[in-house]
């Protein structure tokens, strides 16, 4: 008995901490969301008004079209094309190129396999910033720069965190599968394609999200490699846009914010049991 | 292993093969090449010897962006660390609508750095933001966020906080392979809920715990965009020019490329001895599973 009402303590507790807890986490975001939809006056109100007089829908439509006067075109549409363009062919490299690799890391023997693995699994140490300038100037001697080819031709080449994560999925399709199909005569490619590969659909779902969020969220790489402000992404333009614009009209700054994040969360609601899997997956050894 | 496998085998791994020799391996060796090099985009590299690493042991901007950045990552990692874990052992009480918390948590990790710095700027701001009417609510004065040295810095590793959800979601998984029976066994032994945390969770987690750390030491160690973005050029008094940002200072804005390989390898290296000293710190408290 008392020990039920303890539990019952303890669940109340936890329940109202958490209440707080998430409040405070989410609390931010809708400051932003509430301030994107107010008149410019009531954003310096104090105390703040959490729900705007009357919610100005059009400060999306107005931080979208800044610029349009100087420049003559839109830049947040542009910068969304950028954005997109560059998103979609690194996630395709990404799961073209990782699927492959992690197959071979995972189900087939080959000498220095398993070496090759470990050092892969090290080189996720090395910062980028230590391999920035020469792989720059790699770029530069491609005449790369300044076009969005360094920002999604590397996915093409896979990358150690997820070959890691592809892998830790492949190595539990149990192995009689690869061999049943080879007595039937598939080539290994075979295998990968048709059974392997549609088996594995959720892991190449992770890496694909994962990818996405990179790049879609990346800002150094932009910012080292594109040079005209046609070719900016949304990161970049924001940056740009609240270096120029920032501190006074701050419902149109947060409004072109709200724009940079909503795809990534509309995108996260879609496959939330997918990404958080993924993510739980990354810490395992 | 049979010759047909080996080659088809190293063919499927051709991309990562090219990728971490021309993405990886060279720009390390190229890198280190060039730190003994006075180069720019403009000039071919001309080999100077350890003049760069010379110079560099004797710049004050150096050292005060790596006091910066060692003093962030003292900062931030502890703190993420212990809200992730703190976080994660509540979601484990297995309390209605865990998934809906867990969410609520996680949502912060999605929005992009550049997007960050500005809510946050905003959030902070010193007239109209949402921290400081909080504080008047309570007739706290609150600091000056973003225009004292010492609070700057401390802003930007409260920022941190909010981006613990991705570490807290693997936390959750860890804690919920801990078995069962373990718990049982200490509540035979009358363990409270506090002793079986220190005794039994702690120490079934603690491969995560360094794992989640370590990746958290990278990661810091490299904080730009944040800064970049709420503290143009380092503001105020130089206190959030942090290393990265002197890095890409070098690079591109002075052309001092050389200089900036320079500082890559030893970042490099500061990565490694913190990684190298975390392991080793940690040896004698992680313990793993013997299957």
Redesign the interface.
Known sequence: MSKSSSEQTRKIFAHVALVLLSVMFVLPLLWMLSTALKPTPETMTSPPRWIPSQFLWGNFAKAVAYGSKELGYIPFLVYARNTIIITILSVGGAVLSNSIVAYSFARIKWPGRDLFFGVTLATMMVPFPVTMVPTFALFKWLGWVGTFKPLWVPAFFASAFSIFLLRQFYRTIPMELSEAAKIDGCSEFRIFTDIIAPLSRPALMVVALFTFMGSWNDFLGPLIYLVDQQTFTLSLGLQAYQSQHGGTEWNLLMAASCLVIAPVIIVFFLAQKVFIQGIATSGLK | ?SKR??R??????T??I???L???T???V??LL?SFTNFS?LRPPKLIGLQNYNELFHDEVFYKSLGNTLLYVAGAVPLSTVVAIA?AL??N?K??GMSI????????T??????L???????F?G??G?LN?AF??VHVTPPNWMGDPTWAKWTLILISI?GC??AM??????LQDVPVSLYEAAELDGAK?WAKTINVTLPMIS??IL??VVMGI?GS??I??VP??MF?GGAPARSTYF??SY??DN??QYQR?GY??A???V??II??AL?LIALKLSEKHVHYESS
Not at chain 2, 117 to 123: A, K, N, R
């Open positions: 292993m496998d080996s088809v085998g190293i063919l499927f791994a991309p990562w090219l990728g971490f021309i993405f990886l060279y720009p390390l190229a890198s060039y985009i976080l509540l979601l009480t309390v209605k918390y867990r969410t609520m948590f996680f949502l912060p999605l929005v992009p750095m550049v997007a710095g500005t809510l946050f700027s905003w959030v701001n007239d109209f949402l009417e008047h609510k909010w959800g991705q979601v693997i936390y959750l998984a860890g809920v491969p995560v794992f989640n990278i160690l490299q730009f965009a970049y973005v143009p290393y990265s890095l890409y690079a591109f490329m900036a390989s500082m890559g390898w970042l490099f990565t490694l990684t």
